[in-house]
């Protein structure tokens, strides 16, 4: 009896069987990093089959492992590469293989050694081992912290600043597609420019790409558009994020609407600098009176904006947003459609309750078309009584029973003038473009929607009618 074979015998079933029953996971690669064996737990971390794996190597392009700090890592830095450059084992390196398909992350703590043959021309092996550490590493979701903030987050690359392509969006959250317009899908890839507009300030951009080239941190308060070309105010915060090694591989802004606030800073900033007036010196005189005049700087870019009454966008604000909209609408093969709204017998409660009761009826009726719109819907004030909306439709139907729904809903709101609720109703009129691509003219698209609402109003008001040839 040969007591030297049985005991080989005995140790490769024993291999086997605590191999096949291990709780970490283990792959064996031969010296051309081609896989030979995956034990079953391998195969369920890796969430592959065993004919998957058996074979592959590390230069397959679907394998997708980065750091711990969200990089892809390189061929030549993956474990059994690793090992076959150094001959040194690795031990305790966190790796996280991610799914394009979920943009999900499986974190695993890896160790690899070098298996060396015992037998001439036996090339030897690379063993590989790892635990899953996901549940440590994720004790909490960071990205559920950053979707659930009421602050705008955006992550743009480091590289490739410059003008016009970068640099690239990589990620925005959901208080960006709020306060935008644009969805995560649209603005990934794009660069922050897409947000800035005429009145955004050149020499505030120019500071902006300055610490960016210096990886530098910086604040800066600028005027950006939404998708709609609705102008707002940010205090917004840039700073940059650096991997294991200390390079700058991204930024990061985070963003706060401040748009009501410099609407009202002058007020409050002449009351602060009327008290500290009395008792500085000249130089500080010429300082603050520099400040108040910024500040006045900002309410005058408001003022300009917006209607004054009612806080939405005015005349000229909204012609410039309807030409976002065309842009818009030939980008993604939309329609146009522009509305012309006015309110039924508003001369009546003007003569009837005073200018007062008007007033509050026309900014209740402001309120209602906040409520009503879309983000990246456009809608201003154009005077007097007179609104106009200007929306991107997948066809003309659409439109029309849009604005149907429009003037209904108003009609069952009641506004509340004086402690007493008053019925008030609107007509409108409202033209689509033919066509997606066609070339339109504000003012042609004006007049056809007042048509439409002047056969709206002939037609006994508090309705809605598209023009038609």
Not at 203 to 224: D, F, G, S, V, Y
Not at 233 to 256: C, S, Y
Request: glycine fraction near 6%; hydrophobic fraction near 40%.
């Amino acid at each position: 009896m040969d007591l030297t074979q049985d005991s080989e015998e005995i140790d490769r079933i024993n291999l086997k069987s605590l191999l096949k029953h291990a709780h970490i996971g283990v792959v064996i690669h031969r010296l051309d990093t081609s896989i030979v064996y995956a034990n079953p737990t391998a195969l369920k971390l890796l969430d592959m089959s065993y004919n998957q794996v058996i074979g592959r190597d590390a230069y397959d392009p679907s394998w997708y492992f980065i750091d711990e700090y969200q990089q892809k890592i390189p061929i030549d830095a993956y474990p059994v590469k690793q090992v076959l450059n150094t001959g040194m084992p690795l031990i305790n390196e966190m790796i996280g293989q991610y799914s394009p398909a979920t943009r999900e992350v499986n974190w695993f703590l890896v160790n690899a050694y070098p298996e060396v043959g015992e037998e001439p021309g036996d090339e030897g092996f690379i063993v590989v081992t790892f635990n899953e550490i996901s549940a440590r590493r994720h004790l909490f979701s960071y990205r559920d912290v950053i979707e659930n903030t009421r602050d705008v987050v955006i992550v743009t690359d480091a590289e490739g600043i410059e003008a016009p392509f970068g640099p690239q969006i990589v990620f925005v959250n959901r208080a960006f597609e709020e306060l935008t317009g644009f969805s995560s899908a649209e603005a990934i890839g794009e660069t922050p420019r897409i947000l800035q507009g005429h009145g955004t300030d050149a020499a505030c951009r120019q500071r902006i790409r300055e610490a960016l080239q210096a990886h530098q941190p910086i604040r800066e308060t600028i005027l950006n558009y939404s998708k709609s070309g609705k102008p707002y105010w940010l205090d917004m915060d840039i700073f940059p994020l650096r991997n294991q090694f200390g390079k700058v591989t991204h930024f990061a802004a985070i963003e706060r609407d401040v748009t009501d606030q410099t609407y009202y800073a002058d007020q409050l900033s002449k009351r602060y600098e009327d008290l500290r007036h009395l008792k500085q010196s000249l130089e500080k005189l010429v300082s603050d009176k520099t400040k108040e005049l910024r500040d006045a700087n900002y309410t005058l870019q408001r003022l300009a904006l917006y209607d004054d009454l009612t806080g939405i966008p005015n005349r000229r604000c909204f012609l410039d947003q309807f030409k976002k909209q065309c842009a818009m609408a030939d980008r993604y093969e939309k329609l146009v459609a522009i509305g012309m709204i006015d309110l039924d017998h508003f001369k009546k409660i003007n003569d009837q309750y005073g200018h007062d009761a008007g007033d509050a009826v026309l900014k209740e009726t402001a309120q209602y078309f906040r409520s009503f719109f879309r983000a990246e819907d456009s809608f201003g004030r154009m005077g007097g009584e007179e609104f106009a909306f200007a929306v991107l439709v997948g066809d003309a139907e659409a439109a029309e029973s849009m604005c149907r729904r429009l003037v209904s809903r108003f009609a069952e709101m009641p506004v509340t003038v004086g402690g007493q609720d008053i019925s008030v109703t609107m007509s409108a009129g409202v033209y689509v473009a033919p066509s997606p691509n066609q070339e339109i003219s504000i003012d042609d698209a004006l007049r056809k929607a007042d048509a439409a609402l002047y056969e709206a109003k002939k037609a006994g008001r508090n309705q809605a009618v598209r023009w038609q040839k």
